[in-house]
């Protein structure tokens, strides 16, 4: 009898975890980038993001993580760790802290002509890719699930 309500349980547990998982993965982000400051040592960017919850459900995420890559996938720079926990209700929309990343002047470099050209003649910006990840804590924060989004984003001066 014991073992039947252990594995009864178990199951449910598994199932519940299951669901949770789903629910995360539908939560969305939206990127906005913006060159922060122009250096002698390559760009410093600003980067908001907003996490939208459109589930019924309450999540507590790890804060975000953000990779920017070129079209071609390579990496130009990423964003520090953060050790924090964003909670995040069901239904909501949370703008986050900004978020800064520096692009080194080789990157920059690697990004070629066109990038520059329209950095020096201040026209449209330019477009990258933002892979952001973060962790859901489910289950009273003893399991973390892995989330990502890819988002072409596109690079404009900062307004000041």
């Known amino acids: 009898m014991i073992i039947e309500l252990l594995a ?3 199951v449910g547990a598994f199932a519940y975890a299951r669901h949770l998982k789903k629910e995360a993965d539908t939560v969305q982000t939206e990127v ?3 060159i922060h400051a122009i250096k002698l040592k390559g760009l410093d960017i600003r980067l908001d993001v907003k996490l939208k919850n459109p589930s019924k459900t309450d ?5 975000p993580f953000v990779q920017l890559q070129s079209g071609k996938g390579g990496v130009i720079g990423t964003t520090q760790a953060v050790d924090e926990v964003v909670l995040l209700k069901a239904g909501e929309e949370k703008q986050l802290e900004p978020l800064f990343l520096h692009i080194p002047l080789g990157s920059v470099l ?3 002509l066109e990038f520059l050209t329209n950095l020096k003649n201040g026209k449209a910006g330019f477009k990258l890719v933002a892979v952001t990840t973060t962790y859901a804590h489910l289950a009273f924060g003893v399991y973390k699930h892995k989330v ?3 988002e072409e984003i596109v690079l404009l001066k900062e307004k000041t």
């Not at 999540?59 to 804060?63: I, T």
């Open 59 to 63: 999540f507590k995420f790890s804060f």
């Open 32 to 34: 906005r980038g913006a």
């Open 148 to 150: 990502s989004w890819k």
């Open 8 to 10: 009864a349980g178990g």
């Open 110 to 112: 690697k990004l070629g």
